[in-house]
């Protein structure tokens, strides 16, 4: 699936942050997933990083625009400037250190404060390859995923289990819930005028370059 | 740049590692020639000796003359500063301009004791960031090795002496490209002299919760290059990018995050004795080197070439010339006025120097002086309070039990360490193989 296209041939382009503590791994799941590259030797993430990948859903090209943010708290003044228009967030703790659990309620909060209702976060529990020294249980994660309404998913960028599976999901369920938008909209998704701006999250990165026919 | 993909990566211990002169380890398919080496001509080597002859005479035996010489002639040292500091004489020569060397002098034994008996918040923070510190080159390489604990002990120093600021990231690099430099202490007491200030402070507040500074400069740059190049500027705008997609790492870490290291070091020549100023002039350098293939690209090939300028555009005898030739001091200032009035009602976040200094010494030893004040009996902060907390005698008996608190400290550094490392064993594999690489190199 997945495959890599041509750089402005697409029919979505949807902006995503990714969120989380320092150290979580967040600059190695977007190095996986857009370059499928892990680099044990990474440098800490000073400011914002970014990077995109095209993906099909359904007969659909969508694009995602990943903003990959620096987790120390001392940054948010200017990482959160990135939040605005994010249509999609993964919200990544490290399931070693349970502190970045607990912090994830912050996280969660902060997000919500700067983007819109519709946004799709899905939590991330990253470093699951590094099973002897779990710290947070997949109960306790599920849970409260369910409780915040976030989707759910353990990952290894080290060893490459389900990043792929994070990232596509977010991106689906956000072409959904933009499909829908649209139907509520104008009733038919096709009347759009192409190159409109779908209004989720009054955006100024995600947009819709064509639309067409949206049966999901 | 430094990256090396595991994934990829052969990892064969029969090929050594080669490391250019900084002892960077060198991207093994490096095609591209050794900028220094190829400037380095006999005629070369002759003039750098006769450079380093001068600087000798100016700076005096152990930086004796320094002042006098800054007092009497101070164009004639930042023009030679700007051609660039000799090597081997760099370390020394950052400790006299910054005036790093005073507070060292002033406070015997305060760094050891911070080291050594003050714990910090921010110690995991900072252990978790040491292997990310630089991770491409073989000071820093070698977990636990005497690069790694220098740096985790500067910063934690640091993060003790100024609670204010604590730690932040970045701060890794600038203590990391330091200790390349000079020992430990000296590193600690440079940092200082930065942030706290010594003869001045160039990076006086740039750390502080909200970032206040490094915002401020982000305003400043934009606009500067709307102005300098209206033509880049608004492709920005229309692109949507602005500087804090690209520049945040320039004034946060003064180039020392991702630039090539020989550059790094004639720009943090100049920012030590000229400031933040420099970083302004070399960015917008970068940009008008570039300008014209930059107003062609859309968005995301923008946002890649602005964090990856080719080779031949960081050539410092080209590029600081050019930043030179561009004059922006009275407009810095102008800009920096309207963004305080702009911003200035958000209230603390803007602290002009003046004020921080005041509110620096007022606060410093209030806040710090209560963990003191119960331990010793005396507060610690500023630097002139600082030097007075060491008699000859504490500073003996410190001596005396450093021994013992280090190889505990030691013992407790290991054991976080090992908490937060992922994968430890494949990268002590890795350590190994290229310590002996480096070793039969």
């Not at chain 2, 380093?52 to 005096?60: A, E, F, T, Y």
């Not at chain 2, 500067?154 to 932040?168: E, P």
């Not at chain 2, 305003?219 to 520049?247: C, R, T, W």
Request: hydrophobic fraction near 35%; proline fraction near 3%.
């Amino acid at each position: 699936m997945a495959a890599y296209r041509a750089e402005d041939d697409y029919d979505y382009l949807f902006k995503v942050v990714l969120i989380g503590d320092s150290g979580v791994g967040k600059s190695n799941l977007l190095s996986r997933f857009t370059r499928n590259e892990f680099n044990l030797e990474s440098k800490s993430t000073i400011g914002v990083e970014f990077a995109t990948r095209s993906i099909h859903v359904d007969d659909k090209i969508v694009k995602a625009q990943i903003w990959d943010t620096a987790g120390q708290e001392r940054y948010r003044a200017i990482t959160s400037a990135y939040y605005r228009g994010a249509v999609g967030a993964l919200l990544v703790y490290d399931v070693t250190r349970h502190v970045t659990f607990e912090n994830i309620e912050r996280w969660l909060k902060e997000l919500r404060d700067h983007t819109d209702s519709s946004i799709v976060i899905m939590l991330v529990a990253n470093k699951a390859d590094l099973r002897h020294l779990r710290a947070v249980s997949t109960e306790d994660a599920k849970a409260f995923a369910e409780r915040e309404n976030l989707f759910f998913m353990e990952t290894s960028a080290l060893e490459s289990l389900n990043v792929e599976n994070a990232f596509s999901e977010v991106l689906t369920q956000v072409y959904h819930v933009v499909c829908r938008k649209a139907l509520d909209v104008g009733g038919d998704p096709t009347a759009l005028p192409k190159g409109q701006t779908i209004d989720i999250g009054k955006d100024d990165v995600s947009e819709v370059k064509k639309v067409g026919c949206c049966s999901a | 740049m430094e990256k090396k993909k595991i994934d990829e990566d052969d990892s064969g211990p029969s090929s050594p590692k080669l490391v250019d002169r900084f002892g960077f380890i060198k991207p093994e398919s490096s095609s591209s020639p050794d900028q220094l080496k190829r400037s380095k001509s006999t005629s070369g080597s002759e003039r750098e000796e006769r450079r380093v002859r001068k600087w000798r005479k100016m700076i005096g035996v152990g930086g004796s003359d320094w002042k006098h010489y800054v007092k009497r002639k101070p164009l004639v040292v930042k023009r030679r500063i700007r051609k660039g500091i000799p090597d081997c004489l760099r370390g020394l020569v950052w400790q006299l301009i910054s005036g790093s060397r005073d507070l060292l002098l002033m406070n015997p034994g305060v760094y050891e004791q911070l080291v050594i008996y003050e714990t910090s918040a921010s110690e995991l923070d900072i252990i978790r960031d040491i292997s990310r510190t630089f991770p491409s080159h073989v000071f820093f390489q070698q977990r636990h090795g005497p690069g790694q604990r220098s740096l985790y002990n500067v910063l934690k120093a640091y993060s003790v002496y100024d609670r204010d600021v604590g730690y932040v990231q970045g701060m890794g690099f600038i203590a990391g490209l330091l200790l390349l430099y000079m020992s430990e202490e000296d590193a600690f007491w440079l940092l200082v002299a930065l942030l706290k200030g010594a003869v001045h402070a160039p990076m006086e507040g740039l750390y502080l919760s909200g970032l206040p500074l490094v915002q401020q400069y982000l305003f400043q740059f934009d606009l500067l290059v709307k102005e300098y190049l209206p033509k880049l500027g608004d492709h920005f705008s229309q692109e949507l990018i602005n500087p804090s997609m690209y520049a945040s790492q320039w004034f946060i870490t003064v180039f020392s995050y991702s630039f090539p290291f020989h550059l790094a070091l004639r720009i943090w020549d100049v920012f030590l004795y000229e400031g933040v100023k420099v970083v302004f002039r070399v960015g917008l350098a970068l940009l008008k080197s570039c300008q014209d293939d930059l107003t062609k690209l859309p968005f995301e090939s923008l946002i890649h070439a602005l964090k990856n300028f080719p080779e031949e555009v960081m050539d410092p005898d080209t590029l600081l010339p050019l930043a030179y030739s561009i004059k922006i001091s009275k407009r810095l200032e102008e800009l920096k006025l309207e963004y305080e009035k702009v911003h200035g009602k958000e209230g603390q976040s803007i602290i002009t120097r003046g004020k921080q200094k005041q509110l620096l010494e007022r606060n410093g030893s209030s806040r710090h002086s209560k963990r003191f004040e119960k331990q010793k009996g005396e507060s610690i902060q500023s630097p002139e309070f600082v030097k007075k907390i060491q008699s000859p005698e504490a500073v003996l008996l410190q001596k005396l039990s450093l021994r013992r608190h280090f190889s505990h400290r030691k013992a407790e550094y290991d054991k976080l360490d090992g908490s937060v490392t992922q994968s430890g064993q494949e990268l002590q594999r890795r350590d190994s193989q290229l310590m002996s690489r480096h070793a039969t190199s």
